[in-house]
């Protein structure tokens, strides 16, 4: 499927391309959906999503150089997405896990050193903006359920969290590249 005349093909509007191209990487994404979610519509829906969303940009498909591996991340984006959407998970750095590929143990003890960069630099924030950062990512409390609780207006929790983020950022920088490797 590598064919340079199929790419342009698909990338032209071809039809017949396109259902070619389905035929061949479908079956691989929907087992790397289902394996994740357990649930056929689901898993379905996720499929559809995504090979609509390729014939949507297929201008663009010549720039694909690993059409396997740019599947599977965006088979791996669809699933987080509807993870977090409709299982009410809440996707933090904890349990991003659950949609991951199991990588190599090298990018396993990178993945681990960036969450202890995070953790590190959480507890080394001042205590009011550690406290209302961990309220509203580690707790799931909106800006507004934290300004009643602690009495400040929403600006200042806001400010307070954007603070943190800041910091947690500066901190991992070096690192955003390989996390961006498997989301």
Sequence with gaps: MSDPSW???????????????????????YNKVYRKIQQVEATEDIVHD???SIWKNRSRIHEVLNMSAYLMSGARYLTFKYLDKEKGIHMDMENIELILPDPPLEDRLHYRYILDLAHEEIENLPEKCKLIFKESRFNHKTIDEIAMEYGLSKSTVENQINKAIKRIRLKTSGFYAFLYLYL
């Design 50 to 52: 995504l090979f609509l």
């Design 7 to 29: 790419i342009e093909r698909l990338a032209a509007g071809d039809q017949h391309a396109f259902a070619d191209f389905y035929e061949c990487y479908w079956q691989q994404v």
